[in-house]
Nanobody, 124 residues
Framework: QVQLVESGGGLVQAGGSLRLSCIAS????????MGWFRQAPGKEREFVAG????????DYTDSVKGRFTISRDNAKNTVYLQMNGLKPEDTAVYYC?????????????????WGQGTQVTVSS
């Protein structure tokens, strides 16, 4: 069992930056693929970024490429999402998720554990 707790959300002006963190419980964090998803009001949850267990591979949805960076520190059981150049359309609840097996995938149903989410609001 893995428990995930996100933090770092908040209100920011367009063009600003935020860094989300997700800390995981358990001793096997380094064996999990990690992902960030988001859900805006009235929309389906969507994949944002994913990172392999070692951190050597990453994947991003097109709308955040060049602006967001996913990274992980396995010694701290933590995955990060650095978000720069934020836009109002990035406003959503952001969720951290863990998947037991490679590869990185974009389907939320393929992830086994989820955090409670953290709100990100970008004002124009």
């Amino acid at each position: 069992q893995v428990q995930l707790v996100e933090s770092g959300g908040g209100l920011v002006q367009a063009g600003g930056s935020l860094r989300l963190s997700c800390i995981a419980s358990g001793r096997t964090f380094s064996s999990y693929v990690m992902g960030w998803f988001r859900q805006a009001p009235g929309k389906e949850r969507e994949f944002v970024a994913g990172i392999s267990d070692s951190g050597s591979s990453t994947d991003y949805t097109d709308s955040v490429k060049g602006r967001f960076t996913i990274s992980r520190d396995n010694a701290k059981n933590t995955v990060y999402l650095q978000m720069n150049g934020l836009k109002p359309e990035d406003t959503a609840v952001y969720y951290c998720a863990a998947r037991r097996y490679l590869p990185i995938v974009r389907r939320d149903s393929a992830f086994d554990y989820w955090g409670q989410g953290t709100q990100v609001t970008v004002s124009s």
